[in-house]
């Protein structure tokens, strides 16, 4: 079998503090992946003026996937060519407590549903502009009933929902929910009530594939009632799928509610490529201080270990994380230790050895 091909984007400010173990912790289970660091980014710009050359996309085309470290700017291009460009249309997040993880509620124990959120549509289009601009269509506001441009200077944004954005998203949060086979349910949630036709449609579509789905249950809920019944019942929940900005502001909730953000994984999954990456963003205040908590990268690793083909891989790395967080004692800042981003590498590292 030839080696798995993987492209890594260290990021921007701390990524590169929680990246550049992590691959190395990768790199030391000696598995069948080579890793290859392109010139992204600020490096990339120093040096010809882009940050994201035709070499690097050149490379993530010929990879299996790439390890995407948070970008606070200079490596967007090479994050949105991952996005629309490579059509990785599914966001997705797991929300699994474990002992360890400084949750703020009570009792956390048992908590562990997964949150798919829509990626490339809805108002992440940047469709944006001057309300002047839509002069011409003479629109007029169903709840305010006067034309928008009557409403003085202002800005506007599209938001667009497609019926086949929907349903691919939708379809593999139902086969997502059988096979994790734990309480086989989807939850669909966005705003249907006031938005009657764009998330009207996203519900219609989940409504008509849970007819494909007989095994698994649909329950739907408007996203203000859904996000009281995640800080409530989360221990409720198993699959949730959401349109896109409802998705990328509740999965930061749902990272609260398991300890901070510092443990927020993804994948980001398209028909032919996936890309993976800490949900959290570059934390400029701590860079240089090597105290970032890389355990959203490493559970990211993880996933995309799962996602190569090398599954016991993603198991053991798992393992060696809860370990970790069960006996306390190399916690980073954030989860109320003193270690280090490097010393809680080399005990994970330890445990898989």
């Given at each position: 079998?030839?080696?798995?091909?993987?492209?890594?984007?260290?990021?921007?400010?701390?990524?590169?503090?929680?990246?550049?173990?992590?691959?190395?912790?990768?790199?030391?289970?000696?598995?069948?992946?080579?890793?290859?660091?392109?010139?992204?980014?600020?490096?990339?710009?120093?040096?010809?003026?882009?940050?994201?050359?035709?070499?690097?996309?050149?490379?993530?085309?010929?990879s299996?996937?790439?390890?995407?470290?948070?970008?606070?700017g200079a490596?967007?291009?090479?994050?949105?060519?991952?996005?629309?460009?490579?059509?990785?249309?599914?966001?997705?997040?797991?929300?699994?407590?474990?002992?360890g993880?400084?949750?703020?509620l009570?009792?956390?124990?048992?908590?562990?549903?997964?949150?798919?959120?829509?990626?490339?549509?809805?108002?992440?289009?940047?469709?944006?502009g001057?309300?002047?601009?839509?002069?011409?269509?003479?629109?007029?506001?169903?709840?305010?009933?006067?034309?928008?441009?009557?409403?003085?200077?202002?800005?506007?944004?599209?938001?667009?929902?497609?019926?086949?954005?929907?349903?691919?998203?939708?379809?593999?949060?139902f086969?997502?929910?059988?096979?994790?086979?734990?309480?086989?349910?989807?939850?669909?949630?966005?705003?249907?009530?006031?938005?009657?036709?764009?998330?009207?449609?996203?519900?219609?579509v989940?409504q008509?594939?849970?007819?494909?789905?007989?095994?698994?249950?649909?329950?739907?809920?408007?996203?203000?009632?859904?996000?009281?019944?995640?800080?409530?019942k989360?221990?409720?929940?198993d699959?949730?799928?959401?349109?896109?900005?409802?998705?990328?502001?509740?999965?930061?909730?749902?990272?609260?509610?398991?300890?901070?953000?510092?443990?927020?994984?993804?994948?980001?999954?398209?028909?032919?490529?996936?890309?993976?990456?800490s949900?959290?963003g570059?934390?400029?205040?701590?860079?240089?201080?090597?105290?970032?908590?890389?355990?959203?990268?490493?559970v990211?690793?993880?996933?995309m270990?799962?996602y190569?083909?090398?599954?016991?891989?993603?198991?053991?790395?798992?393992?060696?994380?809860?370990?970790?967080?069960?006996?306390?004692?190399?916690?980073?800042?954030?989860?109320?230790?003193?270690?280090?981003?490097?010393?809680?590498?080399?005990?994970?590292?330890?445990?898989?050895?």
């Open positions: 079998m030839s080696n798995k091909q993987v492209v890594v984007v260290d990021g921007d400010d701390s990524a590169p503090e929680a990246m550049i173990p992590s691959v190395a912790l990768l790199e030391s289970m000696d598995l069948p992946i080579d890793f290859h660091r392109p010139l992204i980014g600020q490096a990339a710009i120093d040096e010809i003026g882009t940050g994201f050359p035709a070499e690097a996309k050149a490379a993530i085309d010929a299996d996937a790439t390890f995407f470290g948070s970008t606070s490596c967007t291009a090479a994050l949105f060519y991952l996005r629309w460009g490579r059509e990785t249309y599914a966001n997705v997040r797991p929300c699994r407590w474990i002992p993880y400084q949750s703020p009570a009792a956390p124990e048992g908590i562990d549903f997964v949150i798919i959120r829509e990626n490339l549509e809805d108002l992440y289009l940047g469709l944006e001057e309300l002047s601009d839509l002069a011409a269509l003479n629109l007029t506001s169903r709840n305010a009933r006067k034309p928008i441009t009557g409403m003085g200077p202002g800005k506007y944004a599209v938001k667009a929902i497609t019926e086949v954005g929907s349903e691919r998203v939708i379809r593999l949060a086969e997502l929910a059988r096979k994790r086979d734990k309480k086989r349910k989807v939850t669909l949630t966005c705003k249907y009530n006031m938005l009657r036709v764009s998330d009207g449609l996203f519900l219609e989940g008509r594939l849970a007819d494909d789905y007989p095994d698994i249950e649909l329950e739907t809920y408007i996203i203000d009632d859904f996000l009281c019944r995640m800080i409530t989360p221990h409720d929940l699959v949730v799928v959401m349109p896109n900005l409802y998705g990328d502001i509740m999965s930061d909730g749902a990272a609260g509610l398991m300890g901070g953000l510092g443990l927020a994984a993804s994948g980001c999954y398209g028909d032919d490529y996936a890309y993976f990456e949900a959290h570059t934390a400029p205040d701590i860079k240089g201080m090597n105290i970032i908590n890389p355990t959203a990268t490493l990211s690793a993880g996933m270990l799962d190569l083909g090398f599954a016991e891989a993603s198991d053991n790395l798992t393992a060696a994380i809860s370990q970790v967080y069960r006996e306390g004692n190399a916690l980073t800042p954030d989860q109320g230790g003193n270690a280090s981003t490097t010393d809680f590498c080399r005990v994970v590292e330890e445990y898989l050895s």
